[in-house]
C-alpha cells in the first residue's frame, strides 16, 4: 500500500518539461498539454506542425467544446499512431506495458534492438536516502530511473557487468535485493513482489554469464507456448523467460532431452499398484513425453515416453475416481490417473502429441540383441518375471554391433568392455561376494517386477534405497542409461553415432591431438586398456564427442570417465552417457575453461562454511579445496580412488546429480577433520586426504582388485585403516542429506557470477601483459580500453544486425583473440577515441586504418591490433605520427576506389604503379613490428582470392598454431627498427588523399587558419618538389606506359594562364568545378630554387614533363596544380573558406584544358616521407600540432558514458552505476 500511494504521489511521470504547448478555451477551468519538449528547437518544431496541420482546422468550428473535443481526439490519435509506428510488428505487447518501453528508450537512449522484458517500481538507496522510481529490466540492461523533489537519479547497469546479485534483509535496507558491479554496490527495496522481480534479474544475469561464457546471446524463442490471452502489463518476454525456467526445470527434474518442451502440467493423483494408493502430485505433458512428480519428493516418479503409448483412454468416473485417465503401453503396463481438471483437453494435447510421435517401428527392432526394450510388465502380471532372461537386459541398440570400420580400425564388441576382458567365475566359486552380488540381482528382480522396468518404471524411495546398496555389475549399464536419460536420446537418434564416426574419421583438430596423447593414459592399470580394442574404441568415442560438440571438443578428464562408461556399455551407450554428462549433468565442467567445475567448486566452499565451519577457515587458509576438489568433480572420483569403490559413487551420481560428490566430499573432510585441522601446508593436507581416499575399499566388488595409482601416497608408512564406500556413502547421506537440487541450482547461479567475472578479469590481466612496453600506454589506460573495447564487441552481438564478431568468436583461442570487433564497431571507437578528428572525414580514415590492422584480411581486429592503432596516434614524436599518417594512405590502407574518387578518373594504376605498390604490403611495421616474418611472407606470396579464402577457412577450422604464437612471442623481443627509408614514395593520387586528411583534420582546431595556410605552404612545396623528382625517373620506365601516355605527353602545351595587373594568379575558369584552393599560399625560396634547378637541366623534348614548366614563373605544372584544387576544394566545406584564400599557381585555363586535366593522373609524380617530413618541419605550427600531448583517459570516459547511457544526477552526485 505504501508503495502505490508514493508511486501516485512521487511519480517519476509527474516531471514538469520545461516547454509545453496547452491547449485552453476562455471559459474553462483547466488546460490540456498538446505537447512538451525539453528544449526550445523541439518545441518550435511541434508548434510549426501543428500551424500547418491543426490550427487552420479549428476555424470552422462553431463552439470552444467542439474545438477542446476535435484537439483532444486529434492528439490522442496522433500519439496512438506514434505508438504503433515505433513498435515492432508481430508483437503482442499491449497496454501500459507499451508505453512503459518506449518511455524506457527514450530516457535511457537505448536502440530498437534493446527490448523491455518488464519494470517495477522500487526504491533505489542512495546513501540512506530512498529514491522511489522505476526499475526497467531489459535484455541486457538494468536501468533505473527517478525524478523527486528536483532531484534526478538515472542507473545503467549491463547485465555482463554484474559480480553479485542476492537478495538480503538487513536493519538498514528491509527485504531488498543488491546487485554489485566492480566498482559499485546497488540496493532496491520496497518491490511490490520481490521474489517474481529477482527471480527475473537472475534470469536476466545468467544469460549474460552464459554470454561471456560461449557467446549465445538472449534471442527471442519463437517456438515456446505463448498464452492465448496476452496479460495487459506483461510483455512476452516475460512469459517466454518463464517458460523457458520452466522448461529447464522440467528437462533437468526427469533427464529428458535438451530440445523437449514443456506444453504444460495440471495437478492430479496416480494409482500406485505396488502400495495401493492414489498419490498427489503434478502431471507434466511435453511433445514426447508424460511425467508425473509426487507432492511427496521421494513418492514416486514416472517417465512415459510417448513412443511407448499404445492408448489412451478416459475411463469411467466414480466417486472414489473421478475424471480417471488410463495410459497403456507397448510393455503391457498400465498407468491410472485422476482427479483432472480438464481431462478431455489433456486427452486432446495427448493425442496430438502421439500424432505428431515419429513412426515407432524403428523403436521395435531396438530389441534384437537384448529380450525387450519396451517396458516389461508391472506385478499385476505374474508372467512377467518369467519372461525376462537372467543376462543383463540394458536397454541398447544392436546398431553398434554393425559398425562398418575400415580394415585398419579394430572393431569393438557389442557389449561393455568389462564383460570381454573380465573371466567370469560362476557365483558359487566367489564366496560370500558372490552371494552378496546374487542377493542384489535377486532384489533389483523383485524391483523390477514391483515397479516395472526400464523407462516407464515407478522410481521410489525404494529405488533409491537399492542404488546406495550398489548396482549390480550385470545391471549397471542399463540403469546408468535409464537414470541418466541418456536412452531417450538413443533411441530417438538411431545411427547418429555411426554417421558420426564415419565423419570424425580421418579428420584433424587440435581436439584429435590431444585425444591420442591421453588415450594411454586412460585406466592403464585395467586390462581393457591395455590392448588396441579399448584403445580403439575410447578413441572412437572421444573423437566422435568431439566432432558432434566442438565448444568442448576434448577435455582432460573426460578420458578417465569414458573409459568407465565403455566398461558397462558398448560403444554407442557410452557415447550417448559422455551426452547427458557433459551437456546435462554437469553443464560446462568441460569446456576450455572448466567453468561447471569450478562453479561447484565455490559451492563446495561454501557448503563446507556451513556444515564444517572450524574446518573450512583452515582449509582457506591451507587452499587445498581448491586444488582437491577439481580433480574430484571432474572424474567423479574415478581418479582418487579405487576403481571398484569409484563406480558406487557414480551409481549414486547418474541417479541422485552432483548433489551425491558434494554429499561424500564434505563426508571426505569430516572424517579427517581432526587430522586437517593440525596439517601445516597444503602438501601435508594433501597427503592426509590421498592416503584416506586411497583406503576407500569395495569389500562387495566380485571384479579382481585394480592397483590403484595413488596407493603410491601410502608407501613408507602404516596405511589408515580401510574405509567401506558403502560406510562412507551412509554417513554422507546421514549429515549432509538435506541438500536439494533447487539449492544447489540457487547456489550455482550465484557462483556462476563470480567465477565467470574472475576469469573475465584473469582475461583481462593476461590481454593486457601480452601488449609490448613500447606501445606506450599505461596498464591502467590499457585496461580502460580493454573495458572499451569488450563493451563494443558485446554491443555488436546483441544489437548489431550481422551478428559478424559473435558468430566468429571461438572460445577455445587465447585470451587475446576471444574479443574481436569488425570495421562497424571499429569506426565508432575510432570516432570517439581518435586524436585526429576529421569531421566528415573520420569514418574514411577509420576504415583506412582498419585495413592496415586487419592483416589476415578476415574482416575482424582484435584486442592487440586495436591498441597498436590508437599507440600510432597518440605516442611518439612527430616522425612517428607522421608515419602512420602516411601509412593509412597507401595501400593496403587506401583503396584503389578512393583514390579513383578523389580524383573522378576513369583509369587509376598503370602497369607501373602497380607494380610499385605491390612492396607496400611489407610496410606495416609501424602498427604490428611483432608480428611473425613467416605469416608476412606468406600474406606477401599470396596471389589472387583463393589464397585468401583458404587462409579464412584454415582459420575457422585448424586448431590454433602455437608454434605460430611462439614465434610472434619470439620476435617481440627483437628490436625491430623501421627506418624511414623503409618507405615507400607516395604517388600524386596518395598524396591529394593525405592533403584531403589534413584539411579536415585541421577544421576543429583553435588554430584552424594558421595551420591551413600551413599545410598549403607545405603541399604546394611538396608539388614542386614531385615535379622536380620527375626528371630524375628512368626513361626505360616511361617507354614502358605504353601509347596513351606517349599521346598524351605529345599534346600542345596550354597557352599561359592570364594575370591581372598586380601579378596575381587569377582564379580558374567558372567551368572547373574542381579548380577552388584551401588556404593562402606564399612562394617561398624554396620554390624559386626548384625553379632554377628545373632551368638547369634541359635536353628535354617539349612534350616532356620538365619542358612544361615555362621560364616565367611556370614551374606551377598543369596537372599538378589542378590535382591540387581537387585537393583543396574536395576537403574543405564552404564554410571553411575565408575571403582572402587564394588559388597558388591556379592558372586561367581554356575549358579543354581544364577538362583534361581535372581527373588526369601524373604517373611520374612520387614523393618520398623524408621529403614530407623535411617540408612539415618548415612549419612550426605542424609540429605542435602533432607533437600536443592529447590525454586519452578523457576520451575513454566520454566513450563509457555514451555507452553505458551514464546520466549524471541533478543534484551533481554521480549516480551509481558499472564501471
Not at 525539453?38 to 508548434?47: A, F, G, Q, V
Not at 628512368?1034 to 599521346?1047: E, M
Request: aromatic content about 8%; some cysteine.
Amino acid at each position: 500500500l505504501l508503495v502505490g500511494t508514493l508511486d501516485v504521489v512521487l511519480d517519476s511521470s509527474a516531471r514538469v518539461a520545461p516547454y509545453r504547448i496547452l491547449h485552453q478555451t476562455q471559459d474553462a477551468q483547466v488546460y490540456w498539454t498538446v505537447a512538451s519538449g525539453s528544449s526550445r528547437k523541439e518545441i518550435t518544431k511541434h508548434w510549426e506542425w501543428l500551424e500547418s496541420n491543426l490550427l487552420q482546422t479549428l476555424s470552422i468550428f462553431d463552439s470552444q467544446e467542439d474545438i477542446t473535443t476535435f484537439v483532444k481526439g486529434k492528439i490522442h490519435g496522433i500519439i496512438a499512431e506514434e505508438n504503433k509506428n515505433l513498435q515492432p510488428q508481430g508483437d503482442e505487447d499491449p497496454g501500459k506495458f507499451k508505453e512503459a518501453e518506449l518511455k524506457m528508450r527514450k530516457q535511457f537512449g537505448m536502440p530498437e534492438g534493446e527490448k523491455l522484458v518488464n519494470y517495477y517500481s522500487c526504491s533505489y538507496w542512495k546513501g540512506r536516502v530512498p529514491r522511489q522510481g522505476w526499475l526497467y529490466l531489459t535484455v541486457n540492461h538494468l536501468c533505473f530511473y527517478s525524478f523527486l523533489l528536483g532531484k534526478e537519479v538515472s542507473l545503467v547497469v549491463q547485465w555482463v557487468d554484474v559480480t553479485r546479485l542476492e537478495k538480503n534483509a538487513t536493519l538498514l535496507f528491509p527485504e531488498s535485493i543488491r546487485v554489485d558491479t566492480r566498482d559499485k554496490e546497488l540496493f532496491f527495496s520496497m518491490f511490490l513482489n520481490i521474489g517474481e522481480t529477482f527471480k527475473l534479474m537472475e534470469q536476466l544475469a545468467n544469460l549474460a554469464m552464459r554470454q561471456l561464457l560461449d557467446s549465445e546471446g538472449f534471442l527471442e524463442d519463437k517456438a515456446l507456448p505463448r498464452p492465448i490471452r496476452p496479460h495487459r502489463n506483461t510483455s512476452a518476454l516475460k512469459r517466454d523467460l518463464d517458460a523457458r525456467a520452466k522448461n529447464e526445470c522440467y528437462r533437468a527434474t526427469f533427464r529428458l532431452p535438451k530440445d523437449e518442451r514443456l506444453d504444460g502440467h495440471t495437478s492430479c493423483t496416480l494409482w500406485t499398484p505396488f502400495n495401493k494408493l492414489h498419490n498427489p502430485g503434478q502431471m507434466f505433458i511435453s511433445n514426447n513425453y508424460i511425467c508425473f512428480a509426487s507432492k511427496e519428493e521421494d513418492a514416486c516418479h514416472l517417465i512415459i515416453p510417448l513412443r511407448e503409448v499404445t492408448i489412451v483412454e478416459k475411463a469411467d468416473s466414480s466417486s472414489v475416481l473421478p475424471s480417471p485417465l488410463s495410459i497403456s503401453t507397448k510393455s503391457k503396463m498400465t498407468f491410472l490417473f485422476a482427479n483432472l481438471k480438464d481431462r478431455d483437453f489433456l486427452v486432446q494435447r495427448i493425442s496430438d502429441f502421439l500424432q505428431k510421435t515419429p513412426s515407432r517401428q524403428q523403436m521395435g527392432s531396438l530389441g534384437e540383441r537384448r529380450a525387450s526394450t519396451a517396458d516389461p510388465a508391472p506385478g499385476s502380471f505374474p508372467g512377467a518375471s518369467q519372461e525376462l532372461p537372467q543376462g543383463p537386459i540394458s536397454p541398447s541398440s544392436p546398431l553398434c554391433g554393425h559398425l562398418s570400420f575400415s580394415a585398419q580400425e579394430v572393431p569393438t564388441a557389442s557389449q561393455g568392455l568389462l564383460k570381454v576382458f573380465q573371466r567370469h567365475l560362476p557365483m558359487e566359486d566367489l564366496g560370500p561376494k558372490g552371494a552378496k552380488e546374487r542377493a542384489k540381482e535377486e532384489a533389483w528382480d523383485i524391483h523390477f517386477f514391483e515397479y516395472g522396468r526400464g523407462m516407464c518404471m515407478y522410481r521410489t524411495a525404494r529405488t533409491r534405497q537399492l542404488v546406495l546398496k550398489g548396482i549390480p555389475e550385470s545391471l549397471r549399464g542399463e540403469l546408468w542409461l535409464l537414470f541418466s536419460g541418456a536412452w531417450n536420446e538413443m533411441v530417438t537418434h538411431p545411427g547418429y553415432y555411426t554417421e558420426l564416426v564415419e565423419k570424425s574419421r580421418g579428420r584433424y583438430s587440435l581436439a584429435t591431438e590431444e585425444i591420442e596423447r591421453d588415450l594411454h593414459r586412460s585406466m592403464p592399470e585395467h586390462p581393457a586398456f591395455q590392448n588396441e580394442l579399448g584403445i580403439a574404441a575410447l578413441r572412437r568415442v572421444l573423437t566422435a564427442y568431439a566432432f558432434r560438440n566442438p565448444t568442448i571438443g576434448y577435455c582432460q578428464a573426460m578420458n578417465i570417465v569414458t573409459s568407465v562408461l565403455l566398461l558397462y556399455g558398448s560403444e554407442e551407450e557410452a557415447f550417448w552417457l559422455l551426452v547427458a554428462l557433459c551437456e546435462r549433468m554437469l553443464p560446462d565442467y568441460y569446456n576450455t575453461r572448466v567453468v561447471g567445475a569450478l562453479v561447484d567448486q565455490g559451492i563446495f566452499e561454501e557448503l563446507t562454511r556451513d556444515f564444517l565451519p572450524r574446518l573450512s577457515e583452515k582449509m582457506q587458509d591451507l587452499g587445498v579445496i581448491s586444488s582437491i576438489s577439481l580433480s574430484w568433480f571432474l572424474t567423479l572420483f574415478l581418479s582418487v580412488m579405487p576403481f571398484e569403490s569409484a563406480v558406487v559413487i557414480v551409481d549414486c551420481f547418474f541417479y541422485e546429480g552432483i548433489k551425491v560428490i558434494l554429499q561424500v566430499a564434505l563426508a571426505v573432510l569430516d572424517a579427517n577433520m581432526e587430522q586437517l585441522l593440525n596439517c601445516s601446508d597444503e602438501g601435508e593436507a594433501m597427503t592426509v586426504l590421498g592416503r584416506y581416499l586411497d583406503n576407500v575399499v569395495n569389500k562387495q566388488s566380485i571384479s579382481p582388485p585394480i592397483p590403484h595409482l595413488h596407493a603410491l601416497l601410502t608407501s613408507g608408512d602404516d596405511p589408515p585403516a580401510e574405509v567401506d564406500i558403502f560406510d562412507l556413502l551412509k554417513v554422507s547421506y546421514e549429515k549432509f542429506s538435506n541438500l536439494r537440487a533447487e539449492d544447489i541450482e540457487q547456489m550455482r547461479f550465484k557462483q556462476r557470477l563470480k567465477v565467470i567475472q574472475s576469469l573475465e578479469d584473469t582475461a583481462k590481466r593476461s590481454v593486457v601483459r601480452a601488449i609490448p612496453v613500447d606501445i606506450g600506454f599505461s596498464v591502467e589506460e590499457l585496461e580502460d580500453l580493454y573495458v572499451v573495447f569488450k563493451a563494443k564487441h558485446l554491443a555488436s552481438q546483441y544489437w548489431g544486425s550481422s551478428r559478424t564478431a559473435a558468430n566468429r568468436r571461438d572460445p577455445s583461442l587465447p585470451s587475446l583473440e576471444q574479443y574481436r570487433i569488425g570495421a562497424t564497431e571499429f569506426r565508432e571507437l575510432f570516432a570517439s577515441l581518435t586524436p585526429w578528428a576529421c569531421g566528415s572525414h573520420t569514418p574514411v580514415l577509420a576504415g583506412r586504418m582498419f585495413r592496415l590492422l586487419d592483416q589476415n584480411k578476415d574482416l575482424l581486429i582484435n584486442f592487440k591490433e586495436f591498441v597498436t592503432g590508437m599507440s600510432a596516434m597518440y605516442h611518439g614524436d612527430l616522425t612517428d605520427k607522421l608515419k602512420a599518417l602516411y601509412k593509412l594512405h597507401l595501400p593496403p590502407a587506401l583503396t584503389p576506389e578512393e583514390a579513383e574518387s578523389a580524383l573522378e578518373a576513369t583509369s587509376y594504376f598503370t602497369e607501373d604503379s602497380s607494380s610499385e605498390a605491390s612492396p607496400l604490403t611489407s610496410d606495416l611495421d609501424l602498427f604490428l613490428p611483432w608480428e611473425a616474418q613467416a605469416l608476412l611472407q606468406e600474406e606477401r606470396e599470396g596471389s589472387g582470392n583463393e589464397d585468401v579464402q583458404e587462409k579464412k577457412e584454415e582459420k575457422g577450422t585448424s586448431p590454433p598454431d602455437y608454434q605460430h604464437y611462439l614465434c610472434m612471442w619470439a620476435k617481440e623481443k627483437e628490436a625491430q627498427k623501421e627506418t624511414i627509408k623503409d618507405l615507400p614514395k607516395m604517388n600524386q593520387e596518395q598524396f591529394i588523399e593525405l592533403c584531403k586528411t589534413l584539411y579536415n583534420m585541421f577544421s576543429e582546431d583553435s588554430r584552424e587558419q594558421d595551420l591551413y595556410h600551413a599545410i598549403a605552404t607545405v603541399a604546394s612545396l611538396l608539388l614542386r618538389i614531385g615535379e622536380v623528382g620527375k626528371k630524375f625517373s628512368a626513361p626505360t620506365g616511361r617507354k614502358a606506359r605504353g601509347k596513351a601516355h606517349t599521346a598524351e605527353e605529345a599534346q600542345p602545351l596550354t597557352p599561359e594562364p592570364q594575370r591581372d595587373s598586380t601579378g596575381t594568379p587569377q582564379p580558374p575558369a567558372a567551368g572547373d568545378a574542381q579548380g577552388r584552393a584551401g588556404g593562402d599560399i606564399h612562394l617561398g625560396k624554396a620554390t624559386q630554387e626548384s625553379q632554377a634547378v628545373v632551368e638547369g637541366g634541359g635536353g628535354e623534348g617539349r612534350g616532356s614533363p620538365c619542358q612544361l614548366l615555362s621560364d616565367d614563373d611556370e614551374a606551377k605544372d598543369d596537372v599538378s596544380v589542378s590535382s591540387y584544387s581537387v585537393v583543396s576544394t574536395g576537403s574543405l566545406q564552404c564554410e571553411d573558406l575565408t575571403d582572402d584564400t587564394v588559388l597558388v599557381g591556379g592558372e586561367a585555363r581554356s575549358p579543354m584544358a581544364s577538362s583534361r586535366t581535372g581527373g588526369t593522373v601524373d604517373a611520374d609524380w612520387c614523393i618520398s616521407f623524408e621529403q614530407i617530413l623535411a617540408s612539415i618541419l618548415t612549419e612550426s605550427v605542424l609540429v605542435n600540432f602533432f607533437e600536443k600531448k592529447v590525454d586519452i583517459g578523457l576520451k575513454i570516459r566520454d566513450q563509457k558514458k555514451v555507452e553505458r547511457q551514464f546520466s549524471t544526477a541533478s543534484d551533481q552526485e554521480q549516480p551509481g552505476a558499472s564501471g
